[in-house]
């Protein structure tokens, strides 16, 4: 099977692209579409931490461009959680279904689905939607198991690890605890 992998970060791609490759008739193939990453110099850091995962792993990633005033714009008089969180997530899924429905891909799935800090039911039905949208396989499977195994992976190649979500509104809510 041919997936596109969301990638929000390389330490939550760690676990999810080893799991989904244990399958030797999948082609994984990464997207890294983030436009909620802010600032600027954040979205880089984990974009090099990837790069450099990439180099490594044998992951293929494709970098779209994004705009983070889309993201903004998405979340405008809705920058609380949990409503932000889920125009967020939608966002990032909708641009990953529609490339990998144009790109000829089976399915498309998200290393969001590891991270035991978001919600995984609303992120699966979020991608079940899209998939139904755009008449695409979301690959859905909870990756949550793997989350410390990815951290510490990560921690051994010395690849950059945040401290937070990505957007503005979580990066303070981060430095308040």
Same mark, same amino acid.
């Given at each position: 099977?041919?997936?596109?992998?969301?990638?929000?970060?390389?330490?939550?791609?760690?676990?999810?692209?080893?799991?989904?490759?244990?399958?030797?008739?999948?082609?994984?193939?990464?997207?890294?579409?983030?436009?909620?990453?802010?600032?600027?110099?954040?979205?880089?850091?984990?974009?090099?931490?990837?790069?450099?995962?990439?180099?490594?792993?044998?992951?293929?990633?494709?970098?779209?461009?994004?705009?983070?005033?889309?993201?903004?714009?998405?979340?405008?008089?809705?920058?609380?959680?949990?409503?932000?969180?889920?125009?967020?997530?939608?966002?990032? /899924?909708?641009? @990953?279904? /529609?490339?990998?429905?144009?790109?000829?891909?089976?399915?498309?799935?998200? @290393? /969001?689905?590891?991270?035991?800090?978001?919600?995984? /039911?609303?992120?699966?039905?979020?991608?079940?939607?899209?998939?139904?949208?755009?008449?695409?396989?979301?690959?859905?499977?909870?990756?949550?198991?793997?989350?410390?195994?990815?951290?510490?992976?990560?921690?051994?190649?010395?690849?950059?690890?945040?401290?937070?979500?990505?957007?503005?509104?979580?990066?303070?809510?981060?430095?308040?605890?």
């Amino acid at each position: 099977m041919k997936i596109l992998l969301h990638i929000c970060c390389a330490p939550c791609g760690i676990y999810p692209f080893k799991e989904l490759l244990k399958d030797p008739s999948n082609h994984i193939k990464g997207f890294y579409f983030n436009p909620n990453i802010h600032p600027k110099e954040e979205y880089q850091r984990r974009r090099a931490a990837l790069e450099q995962y990439s180099r490594t792993s044998g992951l293929e990633v494709i970098y779209p461009e994004c705009n983070p005033d889309d993201f903004f714009k998405k979340i405008i008089n809705n920058d609380q959680r949990p409503s932000r969180c889920g125009i967020c997530w939608r966002m990032r /899924l909708e641009e @990953t279904a /529609l490339a990998a429905a144009n790109d000829k891909f089976d399915a498309f799935t998200t @290393t /969001l689905l590891i991270s035991p800090y978001q919600d995984n /039911l609303v992120i699966k039905t979020i991608g079940e939607d899209l998939a139904k949208r755009h008449d695409i396989k979301f690959y859905y499977r909870d990756f949550r198991e793997g989350f410390r195994q990815s951290q510490n992976e990560a921690r051994d190649h010395n690849l950059y690890r945040q401290k937070y979500c990505g957007c503005i509104y979580s990066l303070k809510e981060s430095s308040r605890k």
